[in-house]
């Protein structure tokens, strides 16, 4: 035991989560009782009190007596009834805010990846244990009305779920934060498997409705599209432009609260939603061709009918530039006219807003509010370019060069003819710049110029907005010295000062507390619960890793979540997983350059040497390999690599000669509510990218946090991570930056590594001769070859490397005590990723927003 704070070993007996439900349990977080930062007035909220107020909203609103009730409605008057006690605090912080004027931030992303609401509102009320004693009064189960919920998936992965992170952590400090987004009406599609191939089935999130929103129609915003502009000479004599648009729709503004952690704040994420104008009514009605009318009424719902799938290559399509506009046009006017009003002088905007652009999708808002400023608010130029250069601030999420998003002139011209000019004018001004700072370089002139020529005339998105930005910004410290090195060097050269690192971070709300309560619990009977808004206390754990109690405990709550980890995925995909076996974990987008392919040359190895008796099994580390991954549907090598998971998946896990030692589990549609679930159950934590390609990955940073050790390259937020736990508690492998640019630069061939490492030769050889595609060559033919051939992120390259890796694994996870030690502290050392900091970061180097009501 550590002397100085003495925990006896019943403390350490954690207990499984529906044991804590009842009263007779001392919570371990005092949940400070709700009323301690409620409005004046509230009463404090009892289990018998919230049993009236449910039962008042399954009567009144679902129209249901108990008895008659569905889990659904029990679900609606269980969620109705938090947000009732989140709404006073919510108009609460409003008000207050109107009094102070604090300068906030507006963060402007086209996806949020939310997961389920209503456990994080339980928390953040501290309302858990009233309502979990409530509901079993009612003789109802809490944690199936909690399985009731769908997640909102409106995003792709890690940028949009950063963003749910984000705006979590700026309620938890107090920080004033809007959140503007994207109300799609389908969201990430839902994934199924036939035949072990992927098949996409619509996300109907809103199906059985969706308690946590509050629709304002009545303060739709119009948004213009289309048509043509033209000049005039105003009042003054002074030469205008004015855009006289073709057709526009509503902007309907949806809102949902996003609650502080026991702290009594309630910020807002807004999003919107298209809906058609009464233009297009009167068109109904004045129309003889009524079913083209009312076509056209649902061409403009469609703006926000579905969400790309895509989460690297943008396909440049039009209604993707229509929704880009149309929600920062909706949010820009949302917080210029409602927020601050007709009284503010905009020439301080800089004062009361930052608008932060998660990547290049919002970046039509720095034309858009110099048209504002210019057009409609009668600012001269260079007036308006002093404003806006104060108001953004970009954030680069990528390193893939495919995944920059370039819009055709002649679509942006057709579509927003104004902002085109506009873009244009702002391109030459910023020439000049470049020209005069480096007079007579004409090809430096080219190369930074925000309308590309060649193959056809383009604006690249992310120069844009590193032009307007005041700052730039990536998302780990590799990251951005690749960003100022490799991806923007002239602008970096030119604006030294304007580019920053911000490393992401995660909620340690959702994904440790609320995801993992064994652990939580554990932690919180170990060093308190201060840890939950200052993460960098687990620091404190660090001598509890020498304490072998405390690692026996911190062992059986692992046993527990990969038991609990079992029966979700009986229950949802009757995928069973080897009992007692190490749980390896890879989830994530399916993408090549995070090489769910070089975890399948680790796996095929394994089996192939096993089955050809080389490897006896009863020496192999019995292990359960998880894969989660959804692949955008026209990204077919992505796909073809699903495919042959699954076919590795089904052939393995049937083959008798592996003696049931390796496992593999796919199971489909990968999404927030299944990474809780996954992710405190497991041991190795797979962050195996190519070095240089994965900007930061923030399921490495959860998974640390939740005691799983690390197998990965130098990339992206591994290097800080490993930095902070130390090389003898993670296991690196691969190339690193450097060596991966070197070899490229000097040839890459994987047909040498084929060629000369017998394992991996037999391998792919495996695959290639349909042994997992019965016996038909073909169906893989394409994996194989590109790999042999092309291989472009090089998986062969690092192929030996990984397996030596995985060999320490093995080693070290033999040695349970060593292993938990190391878990331990990866837990310890966990801190300084938690998304608080990250906010923080954000406050000193780029918004300066002082946290305040
Ligand atoms: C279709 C165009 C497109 C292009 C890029 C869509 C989406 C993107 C995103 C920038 C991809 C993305 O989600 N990037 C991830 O952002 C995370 C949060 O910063 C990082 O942790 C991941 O490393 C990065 O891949």
Redesign the pocket.
Known sequence: MNPTSPVSATSFDVTDESQHAGPHVGPMFPPTHPVANAPVGTPPPTVDGFVREFLHELTSNQGVSLERSTVNDQYLALAQTVRNYLSARWIETQKKQRTTRPKGVAYLSAEYLLGRQLGNNLLATGLIDIAEEAMKQCGLDIAVLRAQEVEPGLG????GR?AACFVDSLATMNVPCIGYGLRYEYGIFRQTFVDGQQVEQPDTWLALGCPWEFAHPEHAIQIDFGGTIETYVDADGVERTRWVPEWNVLGIPYNYMVPGYLNGRVNTLRLWSAEATKAFDLAIFNSGDYAQAVRAQTFAENITKVL?P??????GKELRLQQQYFFVACSLRDYIERVLGPEFDLHELDSRIIFQLN?T?PVIAVPELMRILVDLKGFDWDEAWAVTKKCFAYTC??LLPE?L?VWPVDLLGRLLPRHLEIIYRINEEFLDEVREAFPGDEMRIRRMSIVAEHPARAVRMAYLATVAGCKVNG?AELHSQLLRDKVLPDFSQLWPEKFTNVT?GVTPRRFLRLANRGLSELISSAIGTGWVTDLERLRELEPYAEDAEFRSAFRDVKTRNKAKLNEVLIARDGIELGQDHMLDVMVKRLHEYKRQTLKLLHIVTLYNEIISGRLDPKTVTPRNFVFGAKAAPGYLMAKQIIHLINAVGSTVNADERVGGVLKIAFPPNYNVTLAEKLIPAADLSEQISLAGM?????GNMKFQMNGALTIGTDD?ANVEIRRLVGDENFFLFGMSEPEVAELQAKGYDPGTYYESDRRLRGAIDLIGSGHFSGGDRGTFGSIVTNLVTVDRFMALADYASYMDAQERVEKAYADTEEWTRSAVLNVARSGYFSSDRSMRDYIQRIWGTPPAF
């Open positions: 792709n992965g890690g940028l950063l790309y895509e989460d690297s290559t943008p396909q990547d999708h999420h990528t995944a998003e998302v992401n994965e900007a930061s990955g923030t992206g």
